[in-house]
């Protein structure tokens, strides 16, 4: 493998992602509005033109923003009076999906996963369902949509909410419908590693006026005005910074797909060639955001393990990274709970082993791409 190295090595660390930058002049002009109106947050103009395009942009009614995703996804459970008792959720997630359970004093129960997308698996959630089991937290996990028409039928055989952690998901959609208007509550998070970032933030979609208007509430300390407080509330209050840099980034997001987009073709075109590397595909009706490019590695057939790739890649100056290892049901926090066992998980287990999201962004250059696949090539052949 030295040899792979020697010829491949990058001269520059290329990381999985890279957020979009809006031109440093353009944000220059809002920083000077924001210094001349002294309004720094609290629901500010750019706060409110933001939520304005987001809701155009995105095809949705009902739209809160949030400082961050996992405030936003602390908040819902809040907006649906979910604080106790049980939630079914995915083990293959990022680490703020059970932990917001764990904040609202609710027990996570974990699912296994689908071996085709990646999402909750629904014919694995009926036999989860308990008398205390209160909602289904599912996640579009890289931005794939989850078998939302499933997920709905069982919540409402029994009478279950749906939450959506639809951080990765911005953009999608299922036919001409925004995915964001499944379930419940949808959360996004337009953190920097996100394809669409507001540096940090997040949102809420909601079914209802009165929906929304409890979460605003929720989401600055309970305030209903200067003399009333309604309820306990947290401060989940995105910021004009936050919000002007969204705005300049809402300018580029179509022009960011459809740029990652050629390069997720290039990436399947160049390892369709390789055996033991497998890439998910893109489903019919679906308007993909190619949030990310995950692929699994058959250790059996590709001849090297996945931890094996990814160190001679670190060692070409190419970091992929594992999401979503390791499983969140393996973290001390909720490795106990019975549902926890990799006998109950034995799909996700299985992907969480495999799987690797290799760099992906706009400004990616193709020939880096190139490069990648040529690694991975040239491992698969000398293992
Ligand atoms: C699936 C998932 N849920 C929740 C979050 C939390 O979002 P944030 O970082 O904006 O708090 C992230 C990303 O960070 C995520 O990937």
Redesign the pocket.
Known sequence: MIDIIKKYRLPDPVFVTQPTMPKLEDYHEYMKKIWQSRWLTNDGQFHQEFERRLKEYLGIEQLNLFV???IA?LVALQALRINSGEVITTPF??A??PHVLYWNNIKPVFCDIDAKTFNIDPSKIEGLIRPDTKAILA?HVYGNPCNVEAIQTIADRHGLNVIY?A??AFGVKIGNESIMNYGDISAM???A??LFSSI???ALVSKTQRQRTRIQFLRNFGIADAETVIGPGINGKMNEFQASFGLLELDLIEKEISDRRELVELYRERLARISGVSCLSDIEGVRHNYAYFPVLIDKDVFGTNRDGLFDILGECNIFPRKYFYPLCSTYPCYSALPSSSPENLPVATHVSEQVLCLPLYGQLEKEIVKTICDVIRKVHEQS
Do not use: R
């Open positions: 961050n995703g996992t996804l997630t990022f703020a999906t996640v952690d951080a990765h998070s337009f953190h590693t996100k940090e933030g997040g």
